[in-house]
């Protein structure tokens, strides 16, 4: 509650009452002016590139060098294809196939991420737990989080029942309310359990992004809400959260989640019961979308990253949107462009 109060006090023009994945959001201050990429690596939206060119990311870390082999097909841009123009502060769609950058603006500015945070966590969780039917414990620390957490989907509006200290949940369920509603107690609870303190976990995240080779990434949390006082400390990247989720696509079951609309699930004693409700409104609205996760935060501002594929369901695409009030309409601009304006060859 203080962070959220601080938050109003700091921010005027994002109100704490709308804190929360599924809140509307105005802008507020965040690191995305800090440009860490030269002029060589910044490349226009009309630029394909592969991961593995000059000095950009280690493709084999993020895809198996023989995919792309076994595929041997990239996307291509038609020639007079019109250029994309959408209002993200920054924006990047890869092949999830084989890597290639299909569009790319600004993809290397470290801004904060918020709960996009989420997807590394579930990639922690599905490799760290052998069994995800395996009982976690709610602690009191997940159940003080403030922003979305379960049965309210924001930080001063409930609309179903919380968790409390002490009760007991499947890792899976833990999973599902965290991909779908975006559930900050969920997240952090998960992250207690996998390694024992939050910081731990974050330690773990950390680790992983770097053997990932993600170099304009660093995580605070679980969850992906910003430490008071530090919020400068957590950070990624367009590029960084297209690589994370590529990398994700091979978890078969952090995607079917992502695609489920709605549902419920119970304390491993039965005695509880509570709400999941996806906050990616374009699992109803673009035919073509495979899964999605949505990001809010006063400081991040509203983003999202989604898996689509093209119409004959033969090629993926990942796309990343950071810092835009128009996220929907953005993301399904993005993703009819790549799919109308690039052939795969």
Known sequence: MFQTIVTFLIMPFAPF?????????????????????????????????????SEKLERH????????????????RKENAPDLKIWAGSSVAIDADTGT???????????????????????LVVEKMKDLNEEVVITKEAVNMVGTVVGCPTS?????????????????????????????????????????????FVEMMNKKAKSMGLKDTNFCTASGLEIDGKEEECFSSAYDIARI??????????????????????????????????????????PNCIGGKTGFTPLAGKSLLLGAENPAGKHRIIAV?????????????????????????
């Not at 870390?61 to 996307?75: C, Q, R, T, W």
């Not at 993809?107 to 997807?119: E, F, H, P, V």
């Not at 968790?163 to 899976?172: C, F, H, L, P």
């Not at 810092?323 to 993703?335: A, E, G, H």
């Open 17 to 53: 009452w709308l804190y929360g994945d599924m809140a509307a959001n105005m802008n507020g201050k965040n690191i995305s002016n800090i440009e860490i990429c030269n002029t060589s690596d910044c490349k226009s939206s009309s630029s394909e590139e592969k991961f593995f060119d």
């Open 61 to 76: 870390s993020v895809f198996p060098i023989d995919s792309v082999l076994a595929s041997g097909l990239v996307p291509t």
């Open 101 to 123: 950058i299909i569009h790319y603006e600004n993809g290397r500015k470290r801004t904060q991420i918020a709960s996009l945070t989420k997807m590394m966590t579930a990639i």
């Open 156 to 200: 001063t509006f409930c609309n179903g029942n919380r968790m409390y200290a002490g009760e007991k949940v499947r890792a899976i369920d833990l999973l599902k309310v965290m991909l779908m509603n975006s559930a900050n107690d969920a997240a952090t609870a998960l992250g207690i359990h996998i390694a024992g303190t939050s910081e731990g």
């Open 245 to 286: 989720s590529a990398y994700s696509l091979k978890y078969d079951i952090i995607w079917e989640i992502m695609k489920i609309p709605d549902g419920k699930f119970y304390s491993t004693d039965g005695k509880y019961m509570h709400d999941l409700k996806n906050t990616d409104i374009l699992l109803e609205t673009l």
């Open 321 to 345: 949107i950071l810092n835009d009030n128009q996220r929907w309409d953005d993301m399904r601009t993005l993703v009819n462009w790549v799919f109308d304006n690039h052939k795969w060859q």
